[in-house]
């Protein structure tokens, strides 16, 4: 059943955004369903951070809409603005002022009184455990404390849409967990969030659904679980004891799997996607065993949002291009 306008907090049709012959977005459509996170996946250079800058009235589309909290983003900046919060890839904070001072001056720059500004930074401080440092200036905190302050700067003016553009890059994975909690935290209280990630067991965690973007378009949305369905059967995976062992082992995958094997010569390790699971290895197993080949360890593993961004876009999320260079 259709989405109604009063059930959807983000709703973008036909972004089309053109860098000289380069095309940024071509065509992207995107719905956030109210007090839900949406998982906006890809590469860098894949068009993610023009999604979250058109979103965010930082950017004009070339062509399209997108509804922001009910207002559009091309005729009502202001609105769309007072509506959001926005925590970028790279922590924007004043470096020179105290972790209080920054949370205190964003909310005056929201139009928040003194008092109820002062009351909403010492609130966030102890949410995002910074209150032993509230008085410090933000140049001696950590990469992790910038990243939490800068979220928690986000979330001042309480914000009914909460844009997070990589929150978590940069983290150690105690910062990335203790991230994640708070985005959760988040959700449980009624906002709704648009996540761009290259950690995909980040987007499994968190996001209710996906969108796959790739080269300016959106090649396949759904939950985690739909789109681990998308490439079907599951993953065979073994290790060979000895390095001439890795070609017999690869023509026996060939045979029984539905995909080309993949072969890591470093660890003897060759891997294939494969319909009938168990029934698979068995017939896998068998057949090595006549073979003579050494078999030092074999797992089946049900697709991950790795495999599945693998398969559709041929190369893994992580790519040297800036996507937010364009």
Do not use: C
């Amino acid at each position: 059943m259709p989405l109604t306008e009063d059930r959807v907090a983000v709703r973008a049709r036909g972004l089309v955004k053109t860098y000289g012959s380069t095309r940024a977005l071509a065509g992207v459509d995107l719905d956030i369903p109210t007090g839900q996170v949406l998982g906006l996946l890809g590469p860098n250079g894949a068009g993610k951070t023009t999604v979250v800058r058109i979103l965010t009235t930082l950017l004009k589309p070339d062509a399209g809409q997108a509804m922001v909290a009910g207002h559009d983003v091309v005729a009502e900046p202001d609105a769309v603005r007072q509506s959001i919060g926005l925590s970028g890839q790279y922590a924007a904070v004043d470096e020179n002022l105290t972790g209080f001072e920054n949370l205190y001056m964003i909310g005056r720059l929201y139009g928040i009184g003194k008092r109820q500004a002062r009351l909403r930074a010492r609130e966030l401080l102890d949410r995002f455990q910074l209150s032993d440092a509230a008085d410090r200036p933000a140049k001696g905190y950590s990469g992790g404390m910038r990243r939490r302050l800068d979220l928690a700067g986000a979330l001042v003016a309480e914000p009914k849409v909460v844009v997070l553009d990589e929150p978590t890059t940069g983290l150690d994975p105690r910062g990335r967990l203790g991230m994640w909690e708070v985005i959760e935290h988040l959700v449980a209280t009624g906002a709704t969030v648009l996540l761009t990630t290259q950690y995909l067991e980040e987007a499994d965690r968190l996001a209710d659904s996906i969108v796959v973007i790739d080269k300016g378009v959106v090649i396949a949305r759904g939950t985690a679980d739909e789109l681990k369905d998308h490439i079907g059967g599951e993953r065979l995976e073994l290790v060979v004891g000895e390095e001439v062992e890795v070609t017999p082992a690869v023509r026996v995958l060939k045979e029984v799997g539905v995909s080309e094997p993949v072969v890591d010569e470093s660890t003897r390790s060759v891997s294939v996607y494969v319909e009938t699971g168990a029934a698979a290895l068995v017939d896998a197993l068998r057949r090595l065993d006549t073979q003579d080949v050494t078999i030092q360890d074999v797992a089946l593993h049900r697709p991950t949002l790795d495999d599945v961004f693998l398969s559709m876009t041929g190369h893994s999320a992580e790519t040297t291009e800036e996507d937010g260079a364009r």
